[in-house]
């Protein structure tokens, strides 16, 4: 009875989040015979203020047809979503530009060029697209002038970092496999075509651009040391795992090790490390399905922590950075049972409720078609885990949110309310921005530094990471959110690339904080 | 007897009552060749065919068996006992893949249900269809309760699919049926671990490798279940043994050892695992 009656309280006081779709559907090409594998790999979606009005803009990058592997109907075009406050967007693509041509996988934003005004790359089957932003609300194509036209292979993900500290963005550019439309094979899985295992293509390596400083990026994949490790990527996160004061790489591969790139040299090269460190494969020695990955500090340690998802009875492998490897903390954190039976994209960490203790969000799905042998089998719901403690368990309010081909994920506040909400993409479907119900009473500090590379403090133990990575194939750019709980203030510390330090004493709860260095 | 008669009678009435007759007496050569006759002499009358194919298959041809089952089910489409006899006929020759056509279509003939369900999830078992398989096992189950095998099957084929949430409770209610079966042991305590974590899996991990210590996937399940408790010490000796046949396991060992200072050894397995597990 006493179990009941804590039952019906937490429901009364765990109001749902509020989905909200888009006008758009994510485009695969798939078809109930053709199951070509880039038809189940878009998703991504990129969080940024692309007119500078101060609201979070919305990009979905959107897929094609086959056996083109282009955009050759008005359906496929990427869209983006102007905020007009009040959780209201307006469809502004064509205008600005971005409709593009090629069948895109994900985005990635970042002001490259330092201008103020946040630019846009967009990853797609044959190769990359740079928009430069002219600040007026309108993108240009510079993919070409940019010297990033060369490269025509599979880009499924990428990431603006400064790899050399020399405070410009050089560009990571991840390849998930060699695919080739004219000699794709047919799979059949339970009776059905259905999506080919990786095992299938071969692996293909990374690249690596760097920044000249005007307008042009050098591709120096091979002398950074690249080129000597291929791989089957999915997505990448961005942190300074070493310490050492540079960026590092770590790139989930779907079905093969896992690759650390540790920066050396001020980041002129980078020394594969993923065995070294321990997050070549998880514990149990098989290398999983590798997909999407977050890097942030779960445990407040002040260490950039990791996280990946993976398919089913992989788990979503969490490790804590020790400083000079990672743990598997999978098991220790309760996430092993929790996400045993789920299937992920989009993972971030994000204090979900404001608790100081972050939480993490994963978009799920399976790899396999909807159409394919499994069946409706591949939808899954979305699912949020919370900490406490060191912990995690279900986190409460996204009961209702339905199963469906989920895939790209990402957390910013977009109405400014205090409490970070949740932008998901589907497969075939609409994009759902989750409005946070926002209803508890903890309190909020929204530090707006968006270097990467930059670290944040607040309080005693909560750290950021800024990067302009996040989950699998996604991107957000925007202020960094922390939850306070209680605390009516917190002292903010800044570390930019290159370590000027900034400290703010005792910061006033419930705002957002504009710290420069 | 009946050979003699066959040689006589060439008629189409006599070769048939001979072939019945052969079939009785389970002579299926003699059957065999009766309706081999009638086949040559009337090609057009699908019977023959159907007869032909049950004689091989009692015979044990199911190659054969299975050719004339399929011409007889290309005239006559229509579910029934020849579903079934292919189907099995295609189990026999290892091709359970094959086999599921016709045993799902046997199941539209109403006759003798439970046996079609059986042979079905096996089929199903053997394509790797392990969903499938489980439910039809449960279909199965159903029909014949007392066959604890059955329901055995079933809690398998789910944990294969890796729904375990469904698996736990078959194998839970097996316990006492399966006391000291190694094998149910390692499955369910498999299962255990991977709901409810490595603590709850454990007991059976360890009941598993008393009865049968030569079964290496439970040395492998026991020996991570240790390791995920921060046992590294305990879970080197399962870890040992089960590598020797999943090199995935080297790198489980190798964290063992580093836990345990046995550098050296760790060094050696994560150069042995590096080296053993292929890179597609």
């Not at chain 2, 007759?21 to 009638?38: F, N």
Request: one cysteine or more; hydrophobic letters at 45%; proline letters at 6%.
């Amino acid at each position: 009875m006493r179990l009941l009656a804590s039952l019906v309280l937490l429901a009364a006081v765990t109001p749902s989040w509020t989905p909200q779709p888009l006008p758009m559907v994510l485009k695969t090409g798939e078809t109930l015979a053709r199951k070509p594998l880039p038809a189940t790999m878009p998703g991504g979606l990129a969080i940024f203020d692309f007119d500078g009005d101060g609201r979070l803009d919305l990009f979905f990058a959107n897929g094609g047809e086959f056996p083109a592997g282009r955009k050759t109907r008005p359906e496929h075009a990427n869209r983006l979503f102007r905020n007009l406050g009040a959780m209201r967007f307006a469809d502004v693509t064509t205008g600005a530009g971005v409709t593009g041509t090629d069948y895109a996988f994900g985005a990635t934003a970042g002001d490259y060029d330092a201008d103020g005004h946040v630019d846009l790359l967009v990853s797609g089957l044959h190769g990359v697209t740079l928009y430069h932003n002219r600040g007026d609300g309108t993108f240009a194509d510079v993919t070409r002038p940019a010297g990033l036209a060369g490269d025509q292979r599979w880009a499924v993900a990428a990431g603006w970092f400064d790899k050399d500290n020399d405070r410009d963005l050089d560009l990571i550019v991840i390849h998930y496999v060699a695919w080739n439309a004219a000699t794709e094979r047919q799979c059949i899985v339970d009776g059905r075509p259905d999506f080919c295992h990786p095992k299938h293509y071969a692996a293909t390596t990374h690249s690596l651009y760097e920044n000249r400083g005007d307008g042009v990026f050098a591709d120096v994949s091979a002398a950074a040391g690249f080129n000597a490790h291929p791989g089957k990527g999915m997505s990448v996160a961005i942190a300074d795992f070493d310490a050492d004061g540079y960026a590092d790489l770590f790139i989930p591969n779907d079905r093969v090790f896992n690759q650390l790139f540790l920066s050396r040299d001020q980041g002129k090269r980078f020394e594969e490390a993923a065995f070294a460190w321990g997050v070549a494969a998880p514990l149990d020695g098989n290398p999983p399905s590798s997909m999407g990955t977050d890097a942030q500090d779960f445990d407040g340690d002040g260490r950039a922590d990791l996280i990946y998802s993976a398919l089913r009875d992989e788990t979503f492998p969490l490790y804590r950075n020790t400083g000079s490897s990672f743990e598997e903390v999978t098991a220790a954190t309760r996430l092993n049972v929790l996400s045993r039976f789920m299937a992920g994209w989009g993972i971030l960490f994000a204090d979900l409720d404001n608790d100081g203790q972050p939480d993490i969000l994963a978009a799920r799905s399976d790899a396999l078609s909807v159409t394919g042998g499994r069946g409706a089998a591949a939808k899954e719901p979305p699912s949020w885990f919370r900490q406490q403690k060191g912990r995690y368990e279900h986190g409460t309010g996204w009961e209702t949110l339905p199963k469906a081909m989920w895939r790209g994920a990402a957390a910013a506040d977009l109405n400014q309310d205090g409490c970070l909400d949740v932008v998901l993409t589907a497969l075939e479907g609409a994009p759902q921005v989750l409005r946070h119900p926002c209803a508890g009473a903890q309190r909020w500090l929204a530090v707006d530094v968006r270097t990467p590379g930059a670290r944040i403090r607040v309080g005693t133990s909560q750290w950021h990471f800024v990067s302009s990575a996040s989950g699998y194939s996604s991107s957000v750019v925007a202020s960094q959110h922390f939850g306070l709980g209680a605390a009516t203030a917190a002292d903010v510390e800044v570390i930019w690339p290159g370590g000027a330090t900034k400290i703010l004493k005792a910061v006033e709860a419930n705002r957002i904080v504009k710290v420069t260095p | 007897m009946i050979v003699a008669l066959l040689i006589l009678a060439q008629d189409p009435a006599g070769l048939s009552a001979e072939g019945a007759a052969a079939m009785r007496a389970k002579q299926y050569p003699v059957a065999v060749r009766a309706y081999q006759t009638l086949v040559a002499q009337d090609a057009a009358n699908p019977i023959w065919r159907l007869n032909l194919g049950m004689a091989h298959f009692y015979a044990a041809d199911h190659a054969a068996a299975a050719r004339a089952l399929e011409e007889f089910l290309r005239a006559k489409p229509q579910p029934g006992p020849a579903h079934l006899f292919l189907g099995v006929a295609r189990l026999k020759l290892q091709q359970p893949c094959e086999a599921i056509a016709p045993l799902e279509a046997a199941l539209q003939w109403p006759q003798k249900p439970q046996s079609r369900w059986t042979e079905l999830a096996d089929a199903y078992q053997g394509c790797q269809r392990w969903e499938a398989a489980a439910k039809a096992y449960s279909e199965a189950a159903k029909l014949e309760p007392q066959e604890a095998r059955l329901v055995r099957q079933s809690a398998h084929c789910w944990r294969m699919a890796r729904r375990y949430e469904l698996a736990k409770p078959l194998f839970a209610s097996l316990t006492n049926k399966y006391e000291g079966n190694a094998e149910f042991q390692f499955e369910y305590g498999d299962t255990l671990v991977r709901l409810e974590g490595a603590e709850a899996g454990l007991p059976w991990l360890e009941k598993a490798v008393a009865a049968d210590a030569n079964l290496l996937p439970a040395q492998a399940a026991l020996g991570r279940a240790l390791i995920e408790l921060g046992r590294p010490a305990d879970a080197v000796p399962p870890l040992e043994v089960a590598a020797k046949t999943d090199p995935a396991l080297l790198l489980p060992l190798s964290q063992a050892y580093r836990a345990l200072g046995r550098t050296a050894e760790a060094a050696r397995a994560e150069a042995d695992y590096k080296a053993r597990i292929t890179q597609p």
